[in-house]
């Protein structure tokens, strides 16, 4: 075995530290560090007017999570599927206040889609054949039985509602939907004129 002498050691181990700082200190220039700060993107400006948001409820049959005006929503939920002059399905969407722990209606949203299938269906504003029903509603209560502001769904905006699980069986749908809604009220000055829900994903069965 060769001789090292011990003046070739200490050059030897001081000379790896210096690779490793220059390392440390310009390796990074060109691509994403890994062992930095993460890289964090823009985040989309909210354009959407402020709108309140309500308790969820207790979600015991479903539940909706996602946007409203921009902001986190989240309500308790219900799933059905029917057969009418064509098949439909919708889901019930409700929030609530809270008084002294009993429940009151605050919001309530019907969704409405055409059709049974997976994958991205129209919703729709009414069925000639059936009377009475709203469709694609959206009521915000006053108090728990009595309206306070009413909203019809904006025709001219892509409104959708998409399934990633559907059973007839059960009446259970999964998936997520998209709607604009305007105000056909006069205003309270509480509630915007236009409320969008976006990015709202559901699970939802019967009650």
């Not at 409203?68 to 002059?85: E, I, L, Q």
């Not at 889609?113 to 009414?126: N, R, W």
Request: hydrophobic letters at 40%.
């Amino acid at each position: 075995m060769k001789y090292i002498p011990n003046a070739l050691y200490r050059y030897n181990f001081g000379f790896i530290p210096m690779i490793l700082i220059w390392l440390i200190l310009n390796g990074c220039q060109h691509e994403p560090c890994l062992f930095g700060h993460p890289q964090i993107p823009d985040l989309v400006p909210c354009n959407a007017a402020y709108a309140p948001t309500y308790h969820p409820g207790k979600m015991e049959f479903g539940r909706v999570a996602g946007l409203k005006n921009c902001r986190p929503f989240s309500a308790s939920a219900v799933g059905w599927v029917g057969t009418y002059t064509f098949p439909i399905f919708g889901i019930a969407i409700n929030t609530f206040e809270v008084w002294d722990g009993f429940y009151a209606d605050k919001e309530s949203i019907d969704i409405i889609g055409v059709g049974l299938k997976l994958g991205s269906s129209p919703v729709i504003t009414k069925v000639d054949s059936m009377v009475g029903v709203s469709f694609n509603s959206y009521y915000i209560h006053v108090d728990h039985d009595v309206f306070d502001e009413s909203y019809r769904l904006d025709t001219t905006y892509d409104n959708f509602i998409f399934l990633t699980l559907l059973d007839t069986i059960n009446d259970r749908l999964e998936g997520w939907f998209e709607c604009r809604f305007i105000l056909d009220t006069p205003p309270s000055n509480i509630h915007p004129d236009t409320v969008i829900f976006t990015e709202c994903y559901f699970e939802a069965g019967p009650q």
